[in-house]
């Protein structure tokens, strides 16, 4: 089963507006994590959530997450030309510190 | 803020040799993680390792890989005997009990 898998695949936006990415996952976790990756380069963390937490902000970005549907989202408001990225959400099996992440949104934002 | 630093950025091998890539990690971090990304793949897990010793690993992580952290600050992953289908990014990661990780820039493997 696929843990982590977002949608939609691929985003294509005016600057400006907000861009909503979705998470689903299949298996109960203790933690979720949105993470940016511009092409051919590292992955950036941008904010951790706590199966015990329903939202968490962070400049822009705004993730929520609920446990009873097994899905997070991930909110980019007034989005800029260098928010294009892939954005992967990357959850934990409940146990132990590994991450298996989702194949990622693929973000464009036209200037 | 505290990076996480992997070198080298890009290493080309020839098929069949070993190959070590290293990483320094957060200081103050006790996780250490490696995970690899195929290009236009998802990242995988690939091993983690706390305490000196690995205490989780994927299917993936078969007899040819091993980690090591050989002093107080190195963490490295050996490819023993490359082979074309390793060519991928690999990114090394830290964390400390909060769970958050903090990645490298990673290495980009290309086994020819």
């Known amino acids: 089963s696929q843990q982590g898998e977002e949608d939609p695949q691929a985003l294509s936006i005016q600057e400006g507006e907000n861009a909503t990415m979705n998470c689903s996952y299949k298996?109960?976790?203790?933690?979720l994590q949105w993470y940016r990756q511009n092409s051919g380069r590292g992955l950036v963390h941008l904010i951790l959530?706590?199966?015990?937490?329903r939202e968490k902000h962070s400049g822009r970005l705004r993730v929520t997450l609920d446990t009873s549907k097994k899905s997070s989202s991930l909110l980019i408001t007034a989005s800029r030309a260098a928010d294009t990225a892939s954005y992967f959400c990357?959850?934990?099996?409940?146990?132990?510190?590994?991450?298996?992440f989702g194949k990622g949104t693929r973000l464009l934002v036209k200037p | 803020e505290p990076e996480v630093t992997q070198t080298p950025s890009h290493q080309v091998t020839q098929m069949g040799q070993e190959v070590i890539l290293r990483c320094v990690p957060i200081s103050n971090h006790l996780y250490f993680y490696w995970y690899r990304q195929i290009l236009g793949q998802k990242v995988e897990f690939l091993v983690s390792?706390?305490?000196?010793?690995?205490?989780?690993k994927s299917e993936i992580f078969d007899d040819q890989f091993s980690v090591e952290r050989p002093d107080g600050s190195n963490f490295t992953l050996k490819i023993r005997s490359t082979k074309l289908e390793d060519s991928a990014m690999y990114f090394c990661?830290?964390?400390?009990?909060?769970?958050?990780?903090?990645f490298g820039s990673g290495t980009r493997l290309t086994v020819v």
């Open positions: 959530i706590r199966s015990n937490e």
């Open positions: 990661a830290s964390s400390d009990i909060s769970g958050g990780y903090t």
């Open positions: 990357a959850t934990d099996k409940g146990q132990g510190f590994s991450f298996i």
């Open positions: 298996t109960s976790i203790n933690n």
């Open positions: 390792f706390y305490n000196n010793e690995i205490s989780e």
